[in-house]
């Protein structure tokens, strides 16, 4: 990249060493840089750097011999002589693209977001005409969440570079994350004129068709990938949870199994040398052993078929994450409930627990305890409801608007605050049952006096599962509470993004796991206070 943005290249095509041969000629910088780029072309950057640094000991004030230094040591690793010289670089001369380009990547490198992108944008100014610094810039500040500026980097690198893949897929990926999917769909298909066999272009291009449901082209879009790279888990992965919300599950669940091939499971991984149960092995008299995976409201959701494996005439033992280890103690079923910190017994097979309906085959109709299979702890009722006394409207509601902020979809599924506040002005009792509100809310909350929140005393699950219990109703976005809720069979509305999870299927207000459950589901670009205003009117009756 570097070997033309000085010009150097074309410099030292007219160092003809042969035509010197009767010369006398006395040493100066220009010739000494010539020479430099001579050396540099031959990937000797040992000479060049030696050749550079004599010519600025010849002259101090050559800046493009400062820039070179500069890249030479970036390149080295020797990064504050090369920042050294790219600072004399810049002061001897401000309009140096190529320079401020360095000291970007250099700070970039220091982990300096910030005078990254300030000396990213400075070398734009100054020419407008450089592919590579338009994507590292978007993509900084797509790094610091400053996405919308990041698509205006690239928009602006498209108008000289309108046919550059890495801009379009940046672009692509950049309005993917904004919501903009006909955008994104727009960018990849652009960039896929180009390279139409690019597995990772064609795979992006696919998951704006399922969002926007173009089931046909997301299916061609598979089976194109499937063509090209036939063990591409991403796509197979979603390929599994666009089947399953289709309601095939027989080809859905087979599908689904890639999960494990994929790095965002990496560290979720059953990590054993006991073979996996697949349903096909005899359980006679054996041990199984079945390890959660994944979030807190996957374990709720799944631990139903539990009870299910007693016919196979094996021990079951069931390992979960400690939160959820009081919740589930209640299960039938289990030889021996551990928590994942705990030393493993002795078993023959293991099987993750969301691998389970594969086993054993289960379908939409066949989906077992929809009506209800967990409940509270008797105790911790009675204490909750004493804490409660104070609530004397007539309804009680439990609600949820935000999930887990590190959840990689929650910027989905939550709802803000301003939108959700708008079911306060009903005459019921509020109960927050998310773990954690912002201190804004928490001051915004004070004008309300049928909103409660317990905050820290609320320590367990078994303390959310109490306070359902003493609810009439809980409304909820797609967090464990609404499984935690529906695994009661407690009547529950869960409100759904306009691309919700595969286990909420398509097209309908109920859900075939949740016999209490009713759905009200967001539209492709409706805002989330128009879903609120539906689910407050639903209220109101």
Known sequence: MLGFFLGKKEESRDFKTGEMNNLVE?????????????????????KALDLYAQVIHLQPDFEKAHVMLGFLYKERGNLLKAKLHLSKAVELKADLADAWYLLGGIASLENDAETAIK??????????????????????????KQVEEAVAVVE?????FPRNIGMLQHYGNYCLYLFRYAQAMGAYMRALEQNPHSVELIFNYVVCCVVLMKLDEAFEGF?????????????????GALRLKLGDFEQGWKLYEHRWNTSELTGWRFVTSKPKWDGTQSLEGKTLLIASEQGYGDTIQFCRFIPQLEKFGCTVHFVVLSPLYEMMEQMSGVTQLLRETDPLPVYDYYCDLMSVPLALQVTVESIPSASGYLRSMESRVLHWRSR????KRQRRVGIVWAGNPEHKNNYLRSISFAAIQQLFALDLDFTILQKEIGAVEKQELQRFDNVHFYGDEVTTFIDTAALVELMDIVVTVDTSVAHLAGAMNKPTW????????WRWLLNTDRSPWYDSVRL????????????????KLALAK
């Open 26 to 46: 006395s040493v100066t910088a220009e010739s000494l840089f010539k020479a430099a780029g001579e050396a540099f072309d031959r990937d000797d950057t040992v």
């Open 119 to 144: 000396n990213w944008r400075r070398s734009i100014e100054i020419s407008p005409s450089q592919e590579h610094v338009y994507v590292e810039l978007s993509f900084a500040l797509y790094q610091r």
């Open 156 to 160: 602006a690198g498209l108008q000289y």
């Open 223 to 239: 089976a194109q990938i499937r063509r090209l790279q036939p063990d591409y888990s991403p796509a197979l992965v979603l390929e």
């Open 388 to 391: 409660l006394e104070h609530q």
């Open 494 to 501: 869960v409100l759904l993004s306009y691309h919700s999870d």
């Open 520 to 535: 009200f589901r967001q539209q492709i670009g409706e805002p989330w206070a128009n879903v609120v205003e539906t689910v």
